[in-house]
Each structure stands twice: as structure tokens, then as C-alpha cells.
């Protein structure tokens, strides 16, 4: 992607359903979940640049031991220092017992994140500041082991502001209104309840309280307290948590917006947010990696015992496109087959905006996640090179002269055109040197376009266009090519998300801009600014469930070709020389290409939760107040 976005966060458990002594003898360490879990991470450090954690619980942990064990890191390299810290400490008890590494129960018993149980974190914020308090898992404790509580996850709510009065309304004085907290809290409170309750009834019973203690383990349901905690909760979220006694679980939304898979087999059960970390790391066939269903949580005891539970009651699956598009590893076998259809599609309108001229095109991406996407596009090319020679051949006029020998030479000309240089984060650069940094996060190789040569660049997304306008369109035209082409593989992104990626502001997209200025053409804005501000200002008045996406209307007026040649048009300004087209892919080619995963909120406005059609509207009249915050 051209542009730099923040994005959601990604999660790994590990719940080791034999001793450390198991898997010291069958794989040779005391430290196999702790080295797999490095592994899962660092997989996935694709998920998370602003920050790490991992928490860790011991199972079978006498009075006075420590058994849960928390680290996090904001730094420049949050996964290697997180790991850096355990392994500093394996050494300073290696010093003390020489033998350690070959002792499990020395092991266990001497090294922190030395346990069964343990949950790793990988932060992309989207809120607030960049602080070791915002990095997961964030930690409830408490003396009573089944009330102690470890959570990370990937999701924003939408409704957070709702479910903090809730808290509040309970008797519970929220440090933060921030939606980390409000789950934690809110899971929390419900888990406190169910121990009372079992404690209570143990009592009954006649069991004491040391008695009581492993009874309220056996006989805990987080099925129901999950159910209970959630039953508000608006947005796109996979929650995981664990218990201070050995309960796991990790928790999906309804619609499925947010993704996770599990590995399950008689030695461990493990989570991941993409399918190929678990099949990498764990050497394991696709078939065996399973998805939590939408609405389901993997609930998982001490004993290792799992099940897959009905929390809420499932919508119709929603699972974000921009997932397929963008943010997830492209090693992923469907995912993989997903980006190269992506590709394939956009060539009929390529065809047409190069008028067929294949033998004057370059054709190139901008590095690097939209590189499968190229591999599909080259395939239709070659294909309707293919489906040319043989429509030509039957024609014997085209086999003299040497026309055959022109037409069997003609193949796709491939060139390596953008190179990004440096890996600049330019969004948090000062304004003063912003610009002059951003021109400089790509480069360009030179002498490969003449003057008469069409040059398709194709990108997986663009989103507010800063790069393309600041940077790569600059550069490209130094090469001085007959027209830039830049291809998008998704399609226009109109919305804001508010499920786990920072896109809140609506003025930021320039899609939105370009429609923006279609109307100011036309001499409609004052007019449909003002009418989609009322319709917002009395959605914030009406029940959620009722609230509708006001700004549609805005783009009604207009086609997706005059959205694209306008925003062509902002973006080419009046230093570039070369002509200019904009080509994205249409919503149906993004629903072709990915038929399961149907979340196209960015593009068409089509909330799956009723918050989000309060968020854009908020979005917009942040945008009409002048107000530049975020939507939720």
C-alpha cells in the first residue's frame, strides 16, 4: 500500500496439554512453547510495529510460587526484546543450576514464561498514545486464582462509551474509557460473579475453602460468563484470555470480522490470526487448521479439554476484505488465490485504457503487497495474447510476411519500475519535512519507458493518495511515459472502518475528496453537505439499531468512472506531464474474487454492526464541524 495506515493487532496462544517434561523428551527442549511462541510471533510481526507482550500461567503451582508472568515492549523491535528479557533470565539460572535445560521441573520452577499456557500479543494501535500501558495483554490479578485474568486482542468497539456507563452503573470506577479496559472489566465482572456463586453453593456443599478452590476450576463456565459480558458489545473483535488456574479462551465476533484459527491435537492446542503462522510453525497440512466459527469462542480447561461454543448468535459473516487485500500474509493458500484473482480481474478496464496496445505497455506494481495481485493481472494478459495468436491464425493474411513471426514474439513487458528505498513512517513526521520524506520512500528505475510506452502500475489499495500525489506519480513521470496508468485492486474506499484499522476520518480518503469536488463542480455541495449533516445530527438520536449510513447520498450523483477520473485529476496536479488514469476494482470483481470473506464496508458503506452506521455518520460531522478527531 502507497500509503502508510496503522491496522489491526494479531494474537498467538499456546495451551500445552502435557508437561514441560513431555516435550523436552519428544523435542529435545524445556523451552519448545516458548521457542514456538517466538516463532508465532515474529510471523506475524506483519500485525504489529507499536508494541509486543506475552503472558504466561503455570499450571500445578505450589502456595507462594509465582505462576503468572507478564512482559511488554513499546520498542523499536518489541518482539525481540520481549524475548531478549526471558532469555536474560534463562541465563542468570542457568548460572545458579548448570543443569537447568535438562531438568523440565527446575525449569519450570526457576524461569519465568516457563508454564503451559501462554498468550502472545502483537500491537497496531489505533487509539491513543503509544505507551507501554496501551501494549497487551493487560492483567486483572487477584489472590483467588480463577478470579486472576489475562487478555489480549484484536478489535475496536464502536459502542465503548455505552459500555463504560454500564460499568459504572455496576458499582466500578474505570480507570479508562478506552475499549481494552471496558472488556477486560467487563469479563471480569461477570467472572467474579460466577466464582461467588460456585463458591457459594460449594459451601453448601460442605467443601472448606481449600477444598473449594480446584471444585470452582472444574465447575467454572466461562461459556456463560463470555455470553454475559458480550451481549452489548458492537464492533469487530477475537478476544483471547486466560485464567490464573489453566482456562483458555479466545472469542469471535458475529460477524466474523476479525479472523483466528486453531491447531488441535492430544499434545497442545494452538491460536493464531492467520492460518499459515499455525501450519508454518507447526508443520501442519491446511486441512487440520480450522477457523473459529463468527459468534463462537474456544473454550479450552486446564486439563487441555477444548470445545467450540455458541457465545452470541451469529449474523451473516462479514469477514473483512481489506484482510484478503492487504494485511494478511500472502502465504496463505486462499488468500494467495484471493490477491492473483484480484489482479486478473482489473484487465479488461486496463485493456481498454491502454486500447489494446500491449506491445507498447510496461506493466510493473508498487512493492510489495500488491505483487500477487500483478501475478494475476500478467496472467490475463498472457491469456489474452494467447486467445489473440489463435483468433489471428485463422486467418492465413496474418501468417505472411513475417506477421506470424510478430505475433508469437509478443509477451507481457515486465519491468521493475518502483523501488521503495527506505522505510519511512511518515505519518508521524512534522509537517515541516513531511512532503520532502515522503517524495523519498520510493525510487525508480530508469531507462526501461520510451516516450511512446503506456506504463500500468498496479498497488493493492489507495486510500488517501498522499504517496501516489507526494511521491510515486512524480517520480514515474521522470520516465517520461505516453500515460501512467495506477491500478488499485480494491475498490474505492469511501468509508471509515472503525473495527480494528485507523481509517476514522472521512476527509482523509480521496475518494471522498474527489467526490467532494464533483459536486463543487456541479454547484451542489453547500447543498448535500447540509442535508447529510441533518440526517447524521438526528441519527445520533434514535436507537442504534435505527441508525442508517447518511453519507451515501453523497457519491449517488455520480458514477464510479467520474469518482476515478476526478481523482485522477487531483492527483496528476499541474506538475505532472504525462497523462493520467486512476482504475480501481469494481465491488463485484472484489466479491468475485472473495466469495467468503463478503466485508466491504470500506467501499460500499454496508456496516455489519449498527455501530458502524453511527460511526461514518459521526465521521461526518467531525468533518463538516471542522473537528479533526477520531469517529470513535
Known amino acids: 500500500m502507497s500509503d502508510a495506515?496503522?491496522?489491526?493487532?494479531?494474537?498467538?496462544?499456546?495451551?500445552?496439554?502435557?508437561?514441560?517434561?513431555?516435550?523436552?523428551?519428544?523435542?529435545?527442549s524445556s523451552m519448545y512453547a516458548i521457542n514456538k511462541m517466538y516463532l508465532m510471533m515474529e510471523k506475524q510481526h506483519n500485525r504489529g510495529q507499536d508494541g509486543a507482550g506475552l503472558g504466561c500461567i503455570k499450571l500445578n503451582v505450589k502456595p507462594g510460587q509465582r505462576y503468572i508472568s507478564r512482559v511488554r515492549s513499546n520498542g523499536q523491535q518489541p518482539i525481540q526484546d520481549?524475548?531478549?528479557?526471558?532469555?536474560?533470565?534463562?541465563?542468570?539460572?542457568?548460572?545458579?543450576?548448570?543443569?537447568?535445560?535438562?531438568?523440565?521441573?527446575l525449569f519450570k520452577q526457576e524461569v519465568p514464561f516457563a508454564g503451559e499456557i501462554l498468550l502472545g500479543h502483537l500491537r497496531y494501535g489505533t487509539f491513543g498514545k503509544n505507551s507501554i500501558e496501551s501494549v497487551h495483554p493487560f492483567l486483572r490479578q487477584n489472590n483467588w486464582m480463577h478470579r486472576n485474568l489475562i487478555v489480549a486482542g484484536n478489535f475496536n468497539l464502536t459502542n465503548v462509551n455505552e459500555l463504560f456507563d454500564t460499568l459504572v452503573d455496576l458499582g466500578q470506577h474505570p480507570k479508562e474509557r478506552a475499549d481494552t479496559i471496558t472488556v477486560m472489566e467487563k469479563i471480569g465482572h461477570f467472572l467474579d460473579d460466577a466464582v461467588a456463586k460456585i463458591y457459594k453453593t460449594l459451601k453448601k456443599e460442605g467443601y472448606n475453602k481449600v477444598d473449594a478452590s480446584p471444585q470452582i476450576a472444574e465447575r467454572l463456565n466461562m461459556k456463560k460468563v463470555l455470553r454475559k459480558a458480550s451481549k452489548k458489545w458492537d464492533g469487530g473483535y477475537t478476544i483471547a484470555g486466560m485464567l490464573g488456574h489453566g482456562d483458555s479462551f479466545v472469542m469471535?465476533?458475529?460477524?466474523?470480522?476479525?479472523?483466528?484459527?486453531?491447531?488441535?491435537?492430544?499434545?497442545l492446542l494452538v491460536v493464531a490470526s492467520e492460518r499459515p503462522v499455525i501450519q508454518t510453525v507447526f508443520d501442519i497440512p491446511f486441512e487440520d487448521v480450522h477457523e473459529i466459527p463468527p459468534g463462537h469462542a474456544l473454550l479450552t480447561k486446564k486439563s487441555?479439554?477444548?470445545?467450540?461454543?455458541k457465545i452470541q448468535e451469529p449474523v451473516e459473516k462479514k469477514s473483512c476484505s481489506f484482510e484478503r487485500i492487504y494485511f494478511s500474509r500472502g502465504s496463505d493458500a486462499i488468500i494467495y488465490k484471493e490477491r492473483k484473482q484480484l489482479g486478473r480481474l482489473l484487465f479488461p478496464q486496463i485493456q481498454k485504457a491502454i486500447s489494446n496496445d500491449l506491445e507498447n505497455t510496461v506493466f510493473s506494481f508498487i512493492p510489495n503487497t500488491a505483487e500477487t495481485s500483478f501475478y494475476g493481472l500478467l496472467g490475463a494478459v498472457q491469456d489474452n495474447i494467447v486467445r489473440s495468436l489463435s483468433e489471428a491464425i485463422k486467418n492465413e493474411d496474418n501468417l505472411k510476411n513475417g506477421n506470424l513471426k510478430k505475433l508469437l514474439s509478443l509477451r507481457p513487458r515486465i519491468e521493475k519500475i518502483a523501488i521503495k528505498d527506505a522505510k519511512l513512517r511518515t505519518f508521524i513526521t512534522e509537517d515541516a519535512s513531511r512532503n520532502d520524506l515522503v517524495a523519498h520512500v520510493y525510487d525508480i528505475t530508469y531507462g526501461v519507458i520510451k516516450s511512446s510506452d503506456n506504463l500500468v502500475i498496479i498497488d493493492d489499495s489507495i486510500v488517501r493518495g498522499t504517496t501516489l500525489e507526494k511521491s510515486i506519480l512524480k517520480m514515474l513521470d521522470r520516465l517520461n511515459p505516453k500515460k501512467i496508468i495506477v491500478v488499485s485492486s480494491a475498490p474505492q474506499i469511501r468509508y471509515p472502518d472503525c473495527y480494528g484499522i485507523d481509517m476514522a476520518k472521512i476527509q482523509n480518503f480521496i475518494a471522498f475528496r474527489a467526490t467532494l469536488k464533483l459536486h463543487e463542480d456541479m454547484g451542489t455541495l453547500d447543498q448535500i453537505l447540509d442535508k447529510i449533516y441533518e440526517g447524521c445530527i438526528k441519527s445520533m438520536t434514535v436507537s442504534l439499531d435505527k441508525v442508517e449510513n447518511q453519507v451515501k447520498v453523497l457519491y449517488e450523483p455520480f458514477t464510479d468512472q467520474q469518482i476515478s477520473d476526478k481523482i485522477a485529476s487531483i492527483l496528476k496536479g499541474k506538475t505532472i506531464k504525462s497523462d493520467v488514469e486512476i482504475i480501481f476494482q469494481t465491488i463485484g470483481g472484489l466479491h468475485k474474487a472473495c466469495p467468503e470473506n463478503s466485508g466491504d464496508w470500506y467501499f460500499s458503506g454496508n456496516y455489519p454492526t449498527p455501530g458502524g452506521n453511527r460511526v461514518v455518520n459521526r465521521a461526518f460531522m467531525n468533518y463538516y464541524e471542522g473537528k479533526s478527531v477520531r469517529a470513535y
Open 5 to 28: 495506515i496503522k491496522h489491526e493487532c494479531g494474537i498467538a496462544l499456546i495451551h500445552l496439554k502435557k508437561d514441560l517434561a513431555y516435550f523436552k523428551k519428544k523435542y529435545g
Open 82 to 105: 520481549i524475548f531478549k528479557k526471558i532469555n536474560k533470565r534463562v541465563s542468570q539460572a542457568k548460572k545458579d543450576y548448570p543443569d537447568l535445560l535438562d531438568n523440565p521441573d
Open 252 to 267: 469471535r465476533d458475529p460477524a466474523g470480522i476479525r479472523p483466528a484459527y486453531y491447531y488441535d491435537n492430544d499434545e
Open 304 to 309: 487441555g479439554a477444548m470445545s467450540i461454543n
